[in-house]
């Protein structure tokens, strides 16, 4: 079944999808890269400044921005990236201290930032 229709000069399915993608796979790797390079700053970017960048480069080739769902499938093609957007982060939450030890709680809490 897969081979009779690549017989007949039927495209496969993966090539008449990358044809119908906006960006091309050199500009999907310059953003990849670009969020690679910001997440070991702890500043991974929001999925709305990937959108951005992605239409940034579409204007520059003078191209529509890309669609409402475009960074949804962006990140299914890309999964190295799902956990970059995916992630919690730990945003220094103290340890939890004995309230059996008044002295010792109250010397923790007046060490956290406000």
């Given at each position: 079944m897969t081979l009779t229709p690549r017989q007949?000069?039927?495209p496969s399915r993966r090539d008449v999808m990358a044809k119908l993608r906006k960006l091309t796979d050199q500009e999907?790797?310059?953003?990849?890269?670009h969020i690679l390079d910001l997440d070991p700053q702890s500043f991974p970017p929001r999925m709305s400044d990937v959108k951005d960048?992605?239409?940034r480069l579409l204007e520059a080739r003078g191209v529509t921005h890309v669609g409402t769902n475009w960074i949804s499938r962006f990140i299914t093609r890309h999964p190295e990236?799902?956990?970059?957007?995916?992630?919690?982060?730990?945003?220094q939450?103290?340890?939890?201290?004995?309230?059996d030890q008044p002295e010792l709680w109250a010397s923790k809490t007046a060490k956290l930032p406000d």
């Open positions: 007949l000069g039927q999907e790797s310059i953003i990849v890269q960048m992605a239409s990236l799902k956990a970059r957007f995916l992630r919690q982060h730990d945003y939450t103290p340890p939890p201290v004995s309230l």
